[in-house]
């Protein structure tokens, strides 16, 4: 997938970048970007660059490359150099009759030492650097796909208010024009004044859903500009002149639930995170474990000294030097035998989170699954609902100007309509939610294809 690569290549840039990543040709601290065009694919790329969580993500994915390179050193070989000078109190001097032994003295050296056997870490030790560099991966994609989801979600947020602004401002005006031709027939003395009075409350009750859009429109703005990692200018207060450019996409999407459920499975990052941790502990059993066995090493160096039978500094021997050394503890107080019991019961437990983590996974895409299909199934029921609406209001104005119908008849028809657009409006922002949510949850990526 190229979205899979996406993040794949931006993880991998995370561990050889010395510093965090910067949108290119990107300025959020002037206000043009704020008006410029902006599709759900660029406010997802805007994210990946400047999203505060994203770049924390990224600072640590950078620590877990140290974490690697840690552990992997244990098995590398070690390049020691050394160095003394020491100048002692003549009195301090110990000398042979008839001789003067120097009161100066220096050496230096270098060594190379390579651990050849330590009951198994060495060879641990690099299994568990590349674990521990897969599973960060693992954890920093977890971190961009749920980020993502959230900036989707949010882009949807603010459709779905500037849609019922336009829906309730709709219904003002419907109500509004039905006010003036109630006052224009209660003019012409063909109408009571309670018809005025009833058509002026219509309007009064509608216009707090009106201001509630907005108000729900401005707070959406302001959400999506803070996910996208926005600098806001101090000088704009309310509106935020966003300007998006996608709309719902409420295209037939088909999935089977026991292959969702195995996609997740196989694919949601935050379990392969919990293999990896599974694999890390382990390995920690090898570590604890190798407490019981000795450690081999061996060496290699060259030293410099001075003569001991000299007070010429000058005077001085050299040369090459190796071997090989071995260690073991007999017995360390039971301290190796606390590590492997403490390292036994870590694994045990990465084993329970990972299944139990797992169940939950699943639990997660039967849940999406369910809430997808309620939205689709809504959404179908609204197809025609809409038109039922606009024809009900024309046959109730028709009844009204005949004679055979009310104005309560027309009054609860524009309800009726108003309701059936809001209706629609939140079905449609309700089925793409709930696709992107199924998506997250099965695993599929949300990150753009570039």
């Not at 070989?77 to 120097?102: C, H, L, R």
Request: proline share 3%; net charge negative; no cysteine.
């Amino acid at each position: 997938m190229k979205t899979l690569n996406l993040i794949l290549i931006l993880a991998l840039a995370g561990l050889a970048a010395s510093g965090t990543v910067r949108a290119e040709g990107m300025d959020t601290n002037t206000a043009a970007w704020l008006s410029r065009p902006l599709s759900v694919a660029d406010a997802l790329n805007i994210a990946l660059a400047q999203n505060a969580t994203i770049l924390k993500a990224k600072n640590d994915l950078e620590a877990s490359h140290g974490v690697v390179v840690q552990t992997r050193a244990v098995a590398l070989p070690q390049v020691q150099a050394s160095a003394k000078y020491q100048d002692n109190e003549i009195t301090f001097v110990q000398n042979y009759p008839g001789t003067q032994a120097p009161h100066q003295s220096w050496n230096g050296g270098i060594q190379i030492v390579q651990a050849i056997y330590e009951g198994g870490r060495l060879k641990a030790a690099f299994r568990a650097a590349t674990a521990t560099k897969e599973q960060a991966i693992a954890q920093y994609n977890s971190t961009v796909a749920d980020t993502l989801l959230n900036v989707r979600l949010a882009y949807y947020d603010v459709l779905l208010a500037a849609q019922q602004i336009t829906v309730h401002e709709a219904s003002v005006n419907l109500l509004q024009k039905e006010l003036e031709d109630q006052q224009r027939r209660f003019d012409a003395g063909t109408v009571p004044h309670f018809n005025v009075l009833r058509a002026e409350v219509s309007v009064a009750n509608e216009r707090p859903n009106l201001i509630h859009a907005r108000n729900q429109y401005r707070i959406a703005k302001n959400n999506l500009s803070n996910l996208l990692g926005y600098n806001l200018p101090r000088d704009i207060w309310e509106n935020i002149p966003l300007n998006l450019t996608d709309i719902f996409n409420t295209a037939p999407w088909n999935v089977v639930l026991p292959d969702a459920i195995q996609q997740a499975l196989s694919s949601r990052t935050e379990l392969l995170a919990l293999r990896k941790q599974v694999e890390l502990s382990d390995l920690n059993i090898v570590n604890a474990k190798s407490g019981y066995k000795p450690t081999v090493s061996v060496f290699a160096g060259y030293d410099w000294v001075n003569s001991s039978f000299s007070t010429d500094l000058g005077d001085k021997f050299d040369g090459w030097n190796a071997g090989a050394q071995l260690s073991w503890n007999i017995f360390d107080g039971a301290l190796t035998h606390g590590k492997v019991i403490q390292a036994n019961a870590q694994y045990e437990h990465a084993k329970t989170d990972l299944l139990d983590q797992s169940r939950q996974i699943e639990l997660a895409v039967r849940t999406a699954y369910s809430d997808f299909i309620e939205a689709r199934e809504t959404l179908d029921s609204q197809i025609k609902v809409q038109e039922q609406a606009d024809e009900a209001l024309r046959e109730a104005r028709a009844r009204a100007e005949a004679g055979t119908g009310t104005q309560l008849d027309v009054l609860d028809a524009e309800t009726s309509l108003t309701q059936s657009r809001t209706t629609q409006i939140q079905a449609e922002h309700d089925y793409v939610a709930a696709r992107a949510r199924l998506e997250r949850a099965i695993g599929q990526d949300l990150a753009p294809a570039k």
